[in-house]
Each structure stands twice: as C-alpha cells, then as structure tokens.
C-alpha cells in the first residue's frame, strides 16, 4: 500500500512539474519577438506605411514674386479668416428665416396679376394665389407676413374708410388666412392711402394740408378692425404725430391687449418706394379745381438728409407703447438702423423696400451681378446694421437659398 502510494505521488509530481514545463515553454514563446508576417491572420505592413507623411512643400508663388523677410507683426487679424471652419466659428452676424417677413400684395380676385415693375412679384388672388405662396413660404420656415390690399377703385374714398370696413379685403384675408395657418403670423398696414381716392396716408384738405388728428381717429378704427379680424400686429405706416399712443389705447380699450404694435418709426419720403405704389395704385393723385393734393408725402414722411430725427421719432414711439420699431427703406439707411439699435431695448425691424427690390432683379437678370449672393450680402448687411426682423420681398427664396 505504501509503495503504491509513493508510485501514485511520484507519477502526479511528475506530471505537475510536465504541465509546469509546458506553460512556462508557452510563455516564453508568447515573450518571444515575432515577425509581422509570422502572426496568424494579419496584414503585412510596410515600414513605408508605418511612417509619418512627410512634410508638406510649399505652394508655388508666381515667377517674379520678392523674396522677402517676414514681417514683424504682433498682430495678423487673416489669421482668423484662414479657412471656412475658423471664419464660422468668429461670425458675428447670423441669419434665419424666422428673422423675415414676407410682404404680400392681395387682390379680390381669383387669379394672380403680375406687377411689372416687380419681376416675380404678384397680386394674389386673396382664396388661391396667397394661400399657395404662404404654403411655400412656410415650408422653408418663413412664419411671418405682412399684407397689402389692392382696394377696388370705386371704393376708395376721400376719408378712405374702406380701411375699417369688417367685411374689407383686408379683413377678409387676415380671418382666412388664420383659419389655414392658425400659427402664421400676420402683420398689417396701418395707413389710408390704399383706401384713399387722393393717395395719401392721411385726410388731405382742399388746401392741400394733411390732416393730423382726424387722420389718427380713422387708424384707430383700422388697427381695432384689423385685430378683430386676427391680426398678431398691427403696423402704422402713416407717420402722423401721436398715432401709435392713440392706437395702443384703442387696441387696449376693445380688448386687444396682446396685439402687438409694430411703428414705421423712420420712415424716409424716399424714391426708392415707386414699384410699390404701382402695386397698389396708391401714388398720390393730381389735384382739381379749388382742391389741392401734394404731389409727395414730404409733409410728414422724413427727410432722407435727416439722421437726428429719427432719434426724436423713436423717443415718442417707444414712449406711446410700440413694441417693435421700424426703418424704412432699409439699404441706403443702414446708418439709421444702427441709430436705432444703440439706442434702445425695443426689438428693431427695417424694409428692404420695392425699389431694392426692383434694382437687384435688374441688375442680376443683366448679368451685373449674382442675384443669389447680392441678395444675401444685402440681407445680412441689413442684420448687422441691428435689423431683428426684414421685411423682403426676397424672404422665401432667401430662405430656400439658405438651406442649399
């Protein structure tokens, strides 16, 4: 028994230290360098491959370039403008279409009319054509638009006030308009000149004076029509003294507490507004026998030589309760915008008006220019005047632009 237990002991010492062997063989095997290509399923790789890249050479200049010393500079500002990525990343001025505002011009009619003067701009049918372009618009996330009524000629009136007529064009467009799109959101024009057989923005008298006051009585019944109809924002155009004070009580005494109010504060007697006026017929008419139109609206539109007054406009309409303020045209008064923007905490808006409009179409349709760049650069120089919305004509193919 003894022997046999011995036997057993010395043949399991013996196969442990056999299994010892073995893994301590396997082991060093494991230690053992290899060759790349001895290991099983792998890839051969080059020493070339292996190696870094080298060094890139530098770009040809043109025969004749100076050979140089490198400036001295403790400052290069190109050297944040190098490449796309670091030019995005410092961009100070950024643009969407949510800053926008379509302008749309409506008739009472089934069909759409173009607008000579505007190339690609029409009257829409109020139940067909605008429905179709505020789909488009919205479809590349332009929520916000701004209507103007072609009024028919036979109702248009000395006092136009066809312009608070509850069944008016105007009115009839905002309630349709809502009930399509009950997120859209719709500006107005507060103003008689669409209404007026004279053309102008206010009651004119037989001696050609505008009439303040009386003209602010017939905008207040405006304003409340149009916010009864579903307007987000009523918006006075006139520029007649004390209108937006007396339009904010009105709003607030019928109700319309959270109807916004958006002023054409600086509104410039400008020439840049003639393709709208075709638009809508609106130019001010010749006057007749004992009765005398102005020719112009320099009575109460302001002086394009004026940069000053627009500050004291902007005073008033901030302190009679406007709660967005305008610049009109905006291109050529990019100053004004910025006027504005340093001066007050009210959100700023500016109106890339028809005449603007009109020059970048011609101007690209012969061949003077890119109409898709020169139309971008115009918007964005518009945005980092201080502009927070843009009224254009170009809203929903600046959009659709935008996102190619």
């Not at 082991?27 to 870094?52: C, D, F, G, M, W």
Request: hydrophobic share 35%; glycine share 6%; with cysteine.
């Amino acid at each position: 028994m003894a022997a046999s237990s011995i036997c057993k002991s010395s043949v399991q010492i013996g196969s442990r230290k056999s299994s010892i062997s073995s893994l301590n063989g396997l082991k060093q095997k494991l230690r053992a360098p290899r060759s790349i290509n001895q290991r099983a399923n792998t890839v051969t790789v080059t020493s070339q491959e292996s190696e870094a890249p080298p060094p890139l050479a530098k770009a040809r200049v043109p025969d004749g370039t100076p050979k140089v010393s490198p400036l001295i500079l403790p400052s290069r500002p190109r050297r944040n403008r190098k490449n796309q990525t670091i030019r995005s990343g410092f961009s100070e001025t950024t643009m969407s279409p949510a800053n926008f505002i379509l302008p749309l011009f409506v008739h009472d009619g089934e069909e759409d009319i173009p607008i000579d003067a505007m190339p690609g701009v029409d009257r829409l049918g109020w139940k067909t054509g605008l429905i179709r372009v505020v789909e488009e618009a919205r479809s590349v996330g332009v929520n916000s638009v701004v209507i103007f009524p072609k009024t028919p000629e036979h109702l248009k009136t000395e006092c136009g006030e066809e312009a608070f007529n509850p069944e008016g064009l105007a009115q009839r467009t905002f309630r349709l308009l809502k009930s399509k799109f009950p997120d859209l959101v719709i500006y107005t024009d507060v103003a008689l000149d669409p209404y007026s057989c004279d053309g102008h923005d206010g009651i004119v008298a037989d001696d050609g004076e505008i009439l303040n006051d009386e003209t602010v009585h017939y905008l207040c019944k405006q304003a409340v029509s149009q916010a009864e109809a579903g307007a987000d924002c009523v918006c006075p155009s006139d520029m007649m003294d004390g209108r937006v004070g007396a339009i904010r009580s009105a709003l607030d005494a019928a109700g319309f507490t959270n109807v916004s109010i958006m002023s054409y504060t600086a509104k410039y007697a400008s020439a840049f507004y003639g393709p709208f006026r075709e638009a809508l017929a609106s130019a001010p008419r010749p006057g007749s026998e004992g009765r005398v139109i102005p020719p112009n609206k320099k009575t109460y539109q302001q002086d394009p030589a004026n940069y000053r007054e627009a500050l004291r406009e902007a005073r008033c309409d901030e302190a009679e309760g406007a709660d967005i303020m305008m610049v009109k045209p905006a291109g050529a008064y990019l100053d004004v915008i910025r006027l504005l923007r340093d001066n007050t905490t009210l959100p700023v808006s500016a109106y890339q008006v028809s005449g603007e409009y009109s020059m970048l179409k011609a101007a690209a349709a012969a061949g003077m220019l890119d109409e898709k760049d020169a139309v971008l650069e115009s918007l964005l120089s518009i945005r980092r005047a201080g502009a927070d919305l843009i009224l254009t004509y170009y809203a929903t193919q600046a959009a659709k632009w935008m996102q190619e």
